[in-house]
């Protein structure tokens, strides 16, 4: 499995991005998929998840201006982001993991792309 984060970039407080991850190995619809993020010198963070059927998870902190959201015919997973705060600042990464269930956890998942830059200037 190779998974390819992309959408990253400098914005402005208050504005929005769309991050996109491109999936490719192995039977999509058969791997939850996550988004988490990290800033240097902190843990990785959970940001949202979901699985092949469209259940969603959250971090609580980000309902409400974070969207999930995946296309299994692309292969894709995506990660709508509106009303950007400085301290959404950070790398943001996507995984997968091989169930159907989603994990919240880094150590839940098995494979992990690089992370995309996501900058917000105030």
Same mark, same amino acid.
């Given at each position: 499995? %190779?998974? %390819?984060?992309?959408?990253?970039?400098?914005? %402005?407080?208050?504005?929005?991005?769309?991050?996109? /991850?491109?999936?490719? @190995?192995?039977?999509?619809?058969?791997?939850?998929?996550? !988004?988490?993020? +990290? =800033?240097?010198?902190? $843990?990785? $963070?959970? =940001?949202?998840?979901?699985?092949?059927?469209?259940?969603?998870?959250?971090?609580?902190?980000?309902? @409400?201006?974070?969207?999930?959201?995946?296309?299994?015919?692309?292969?894709?997973?995506?990660? +709508?982001?509106?009303?950007?705060?400085? $301290?959404?600042?950070?790398?943001?990464? /996507?995984?997968?993991? !091989?169930?159907?269930?989603?994990?919240?956890?880094?150590?839940?998942?098995?494979? !992990?792309?690089?992370?995309? +830059?996501?900058? =917000?200037?105030?």
């Amino acid at each position: 499995v %190779q998974l %390819q984060a992309s959408g990253g970039g400098l914005v %402005q407080a208050g504005g929005s991005l769309r991050l996109s /991850c491109a999936f490719s @190995g192995r039977t999509f619809s058969n791997y939850a998929m996550s !988004w988490f993020r +990290q =800033v240097p010198g902190k $843990e990785r $963070e959970f =940001v949202a998840a979901i699985n092949s059927d469209g259940y969603t998870d959250y971090a609580d902190s980000l309902k @409400g201006r974070f969207t999930i959201s995946r296309d299994n015919a692309k292969k894709a997973m995506y990660l +709508q982001m509106n009303s950007l705060k400085p $301290e959404d600042t950070a790398a943001y990464y /996507c995984a997968a993991r !091989w169930s159907f269930v989603v994990g919240v956890p880094p150590r839940d998942y098995d494979y !992990w792309g690089r992370g995309t +830059q996501v900058t =917000v200037s105030s």
